[in-house]
């Protein structure tokens, strides 16, 4: 089975923990409706030039939670990284699909240690 990322920050891992459940992107066009991930092979995870954001659009950087990539998938092309949409207009619930939730560790930061 392959598995798919979905990049976000501390915060909205923690909401998605919380909710079991990814909300789905706002796009202007309906095609883009729906949860962005990156798929394998995976790219890096650390922060900043040549991260997720630079590499695959991802808003938001610093955390991320890797699942079992559903049927519905749809590839797309953004940044030099395997990209692809779950189209989907309510929040994609992620308890059925193996989830791995993951903070990444960003050099020598204390706060990284009280999260």
Known sequence: MA????????????????????????????????????????????????????????????AYVEFDLPAAAIVTHVGPRHTTVIPTFEPLQIDNLDPTYVFVKQGWNLWYFWR
């Open 3 to 62: 598995r798919a990322r979905h990049h976000t920050d501390v915060e909205g891992l923690r909401r998605i923990r919380r909710q079991r459940a990814i909300q789905p992107a706002r796009a202007d066009v309906p095609v883009n409706w729906g949860v962005h991930v990156e798929t394998e092979p995976f790219g890096s995870t650390k922060p900043g030039l040549g991260g997720p954001r630079a590499e695959t659009g991802a808003y938001r950087e610093g």
